[in-house]
């Protein structure tokens, strides 16, 4: 897992989000989760890039948990046990994408 806090003081747009994912060569596609949902532990085939754009998200790679806020990124290797949590009672919305090796 790769974790990388948003470290500037103004929260990037889901625009420039986009735009940072594209250049990566990714197709960024956004996912709504409602507040208080929880996705249980699961696993894929590919590389998972998240971005929060909106409210908090406890995620859980392998038995490490960190929370997210808006504009915080991670990165999930294929096949890495994970799962999510939204927090404070508020929706959480995020960008995705899926890197393909």
């Known amino acids: 897992m790769i974790m990388t806090r948003w470290q ?9 989000i986009r735009l940072i994912l594209a250049q990566e060569g990714l197709d960024p596609f956004e996912e709504v989760f409602a507040a208080d949902m929880k996705i249980p532990d ?27 806020r808006p504009g915080d990124r991670v990165e999930i290797p294929s096949n890495t046990r994970h799962s999510y949590a939204v927090q404070g009672g508020e929706s959480c919305i995020c960008l995705c994408a899926q890197k393909m090796f």
């Open 8 to 16: 500037a003081s103004m929260t990037p747009t889901a625009d420039q």
């Open 42 to 68: 699961h696993r894929h085939p590919f590389a998972e890039v998240r971005v929060v754009l909106s409210g908090e998200l406890l995620t859980n790679v392998a038995g490490n948990q960190v929370l997210l």
